[in-house]
């Protein structure tokens, strides 16, 4: 039994496969850990969709920032939707509110305390502890499972606030739940967020860090796996593993074997969906 943590898939389903193929994944006995944005300007973000969801107890996906888009999108919040963006086809598929509901459960954090590791879509704040981010991410998944999800959905978007207070409430609260868990990039000294900054770590802008290189950062000493940051590339710093590496842009699909000791890593290198851009 071998357990994979991948990185952004975002629609490239044919890579995704060629990378399975390398990993001779078994689903019977092999486990799968997605780091979320399984969708969007890839070609093939319904059949991805469909595959990962097929895979039942075999795998596991944290929800990333452009998969909340996809559910703002299928309830009504469209202020960020483009009609080519790959997105279309699951929201005019058959079987698109099975894949819709689906999606909405899937959970904002995952953590095995066996193997003692995390898995974000993003980051963590530097003023959360492990205890602390596995409780908002907890109260971001009841929010999205609850009574109230379009409720939740309405007032995703938006950058602020950008400080943690635990005195933060409703929406603003689970807003910045949100972008941390989803959008994190950088932050300075304080722990403010910065949404701005996307490009690589080797040179910072002014007076920002990384986030897991932010100072007196309580999970120092937690081991997480997270994507979201393509530009970042594979990178293993201060017991952080990214693992977007960029498949989209022509980059590589990663795959770490997180149930060995040291960690594995497999790639794939992609012919590349998109051109190289910014972008989240």
């Known amino acids: 039994m071998a357990t994979y943590a991948i990185g952004d ?6 890579s995704l496969l060629k990378l399975l193929e390398r990993l001779d994944f078994n689903p019977v006995v092999d486990r799968l850990w997605f780091v979320g944005d399984l969708v969007n300007r890839g070609p093939m973000s319904l059949q991805t969709l469909r595959y990962v969801k097929s895979l039942g107890a075999s795998a596991i996906t944290v929800l990333g920032n452009h998969d909340l888009h996809l559910l703002a999108a299928a309830y009504g919040n469209d202020k960020h939707f483009k009609a080519d963006s790959g997105l279309a086809d699951i929201l005019k598929a058959d079987d698109r509110d099975e894949l819709i509901d689906w ?130 590339g594979y990178h293993v710093e201060n017991n952080t593993y990214a693992i977007d590496s960029g498949c989209l842009w022509g980059g590589k699909l990663t795959a770490l074997r997180v149930d060995v000791s040291p960690f594995e890593v497999i790639q794939y290198q992609c012919v590349g969906a998109r051109k190289p851009g910014g972008g989240d």
Not at 166 to 178: A, D, S
Request: charged share 25%; aromatic share 12%.
């Open 103 to 232: 999606l909405r459960w899937r959970p904002v954090l995952h953590h095995d305390p066996d193997l003692k590791l995390t898995m974000v879509h993003a980051g963590l704040p530097p003023q959360w502890d492990l205890t602390t981010a596995i409780e908002c991410a907890r109260e971001l998944e009841t929010a999205l499972r609850g009574n109230s999800y379009r409720d939740y959905f309405k007032h995703m978007y938006g950058n602020q606030p950008d400080l943690w207070r635990p005195t933060l409430k409703g929406v603003e609260r689970l807003r910045y739940i949100t972008n941390c868990l989803t959008r994190l990039r950088y932050c300075d000294a304080t722990g403010r967020l910065d949404h701005k900054a996307k490009g690589s770590a080797d040179k910072p802008p002014k007076g920002l860090y990384p986030w897991y290189a932010a100072p007196n950062r309580k999970t120092a000493d937690a081991n997480i796996v997270f994507g979201h940051w393509s530009t970042l």
């Open 9 to 14: 898939i975002q629609g490239c389903f044919e």
